[in-house]
């Protein structure tokens, strides 16, 4: 694994590969130029499990364009708490390690990709 994230090889119900970050390397993760979309999702929530092949296809199709990262919540509560995520699933847009944009509750592909569309061009 390299220093800094671990990038999970694409399973069979996701397109693409998005990026597992914690809380000891959240603020390396959200801090590049390219666009971060940072979904925060725990292994109990259905609707987190619906976001999953939506957030797969979007890594494959806009790789290079926008980087998918997932942070547990459960295993990772500080991070979720100094940014105020209340429910799951929380989506927060990430560039330059500023938080740009915030959707909060589940979307479809379609959806997800009108309103990260000035991001990602």
Not at 18 to 23: L, M
Not at 73 to 82: F, G, K, L
Not at 84 to 110: C, D
């Amino acid at each position: 694994m390299d220093s800094t994230r671990e990038v999970m090889p694409s399973g069979s119900h996701m397109a693409g590969t998005t990026v597992t970050t914690t809380d000891s390397d959240f603020t390396e993760v959200i801090s590049s130029a390219t666009p971060v979309l940072v979904d925060f999702w725990a292994e109990w929530c259905g609707p987190c499990k619906m976001m999953e092949r939506p957030l797969g296809e979007l890594a494959g199709k806009h790789e290079g364009k926008l980087t998918i990262a997932k942070l547990n919540v459960d295993e990772n509560p500080q991070t979720a708490m100094n940014y105020e995520v209340m429910s799951i699933p929380t989506m927060i847009l990430f560039q330059n390690g500023e938080e740009r944009k915030r959707f909060i509750g589940a979307r479809s592909k379609g959806q997800l990709e009108l309103e990260l569309a000035d991001f990602i061009e």
